[in-house]
């Protein structure tokens, strides 16, 4: 915390903070060091050895209360109660198409079903949704263990729709695509079933 009130600190200015010792909190230091929480840089100051600061790393920041999903609530009702609910669905479409763009260019040259399920994973898994695919005597499902927008979705279901519409474009007309899971409806996972017609 000291860290973070204050900016990069040595290691006696930590140590004093957490009243250990100097050895005791670089063990600490050197474990979320490793662990990508804190980085080390030398600096010189004068004359003599250089002094390692620790500053917070990036992924630290995770750790600190984030208050954007209630922000990215506000503003879709903002837009639809100033705006109106039109153009709150022009601006799903919009993200919808965006992220369409940006999916299509990761399939690119996937051709079977397993290939663009397995590059729908890895996009999705990078966006935070926790995606997996399988495939049963029954067809192809594909699993979304996370919902990193679920606070928002839930108060605007366009972007549900918008997610469904945009994994039955990528995976073609050839398959349909049914939700026989939903986390805003109360499921611990949305599950995508895609079978041949």
Known sequence: MNIKLKGAQSVSALAKYAGITSEGIRQHLEKLENEGYVESASTAKGVGRPTILYRLAKKSLARFPDSHAGLAVQLLESIRTVLGQEALDKIVEAKQKADLTK???????????????????????????????????????????????????????????????????????????????????????CTYRIMEK
């Not at 399939?107 to 695919?133: C, D, F, H, P, V």
């Open 103 to 189: 999916y299509d260019e990761a399939l690119a040259g996937q051709n079977t079903m397993e290939e663009k399920l397995e590059s729908l994973t890895n996009i999705r898994s990078k966006e935070g949704y926790m995606a997996e695919w399988s495939k049963e005597i029954d067809g192809y499902f594909f699993i979304e263990n996370h919902c990193p927008i679920c606070t928002a979705a839930t108060k605007c279901n366009g972007f549900c729709l918008a997610e469904l519409k945009n994994i039955q474009k990528l995976l073609g007309e050839k398959v349909q695509v049914e939700r026989t899971e939903h986390t805003v409806k109360g499921s611990r996972c």
